[in-house]
T-cell receptor, first 111, second 114 residues
């Protein structure tokens, strides 16, 4: 079983739609969680950290469910510019600051 | 702005060649990382370094070595390139040790081994 699993998609949604991605992780000792965004043929960039209480940044909401070992990303009012691959990232406690990446979920927002 | 640069965007090499991939960061970050990214597999950590002259193996170090002689520079070396090392190689850097720090990535080097 992969340490971090994501639905690869693609998720094809119209502009203005709300879309959500889930990501599951296998190591229950994982301590830190992030969503990175990667545009086509570009490098990954941090989108947002995921906090235990959940957190919001504009149209983006991240949630953590430790009991079920998954994190989620909700995007409201999708824009064309949101089209990208969204990478779920986990740091297991014993790894220090080594990141474990999911393979990514592709989002395509269409007009 | 943090800047991480990689020496080449595209490289074509032949099987058996020695390949050097260079990465430089300009933010005085302690930590530097080399990943490879393959479709369906995501980013996998090859090697990382927490300090000058220090290196640790990641998840897939076989066939690779690294060098960190200066804080700002982290080199990935393929001693004898093989076709299964065709991939996108991404370098990253971060500061601190808490695990919460953002990793900043370079633009990547797309390596093709023939």
């Amino acid at each position: 079983r992969k340490e971090v699993e994501q639905d690869p998609g693609p998720f094809n949604v119209p502009e203005g739609a709300t879309v959500a991605f889930n990501c599951t992780y296998s190591n229950s000792a994982s301590q830190s969680f992030f969503w990175y965004r990667q545009d086509c043929r570009k490098e990954p960039k941090l989108l947002m950290s995921v906090y235990s209480s959940g957190n919001e940044d504009g149209r983006f909401t991240a949630q953590l469910n430790r009991a079920s070992q998954y994190i989620s990303l909700l995007i409201r009012d999708s824009k064309l510019s949101d089209s990208a691959t969204y990478l779920c990232v986990v740091i297991p406690m014993e790894y220090g600051n080594k990141l474990v990446f999911g393979a990514g979920t592709i989002l395509r927002v269409k007009s | 702005d943090v800047k991480v640069t990689q020496s080449s965007r595209y490289l074509v090499k032949r099987t058996g060649e020695k390949v050097f991939l260079e990465c430089v960061q300009d933010m005085d970050h302690e930590n530097m990382f080399w990943y490879r990214q393959d479709p369906g597999l995501g980013l996998r950590l090859i090697y990382f370094s927490y300090d000058v002259k220090m290196k640790e193996k990641g998840d897939i170090p076989e066939g690779y070595s690294v060098s960190r002689e200066k804080k700002e520079r982290f080199s990935l070396i393929l001693e004898s390139a093989s076709t299964n090392q065709t991939s996108m190689y991404l370098c990253a850097s971060s500061s601190g040790q808490s695990g919460q720090e953002t990793q900043y990535f370079g633009p990547g080097t797309r390596l093709l081994v023939l």
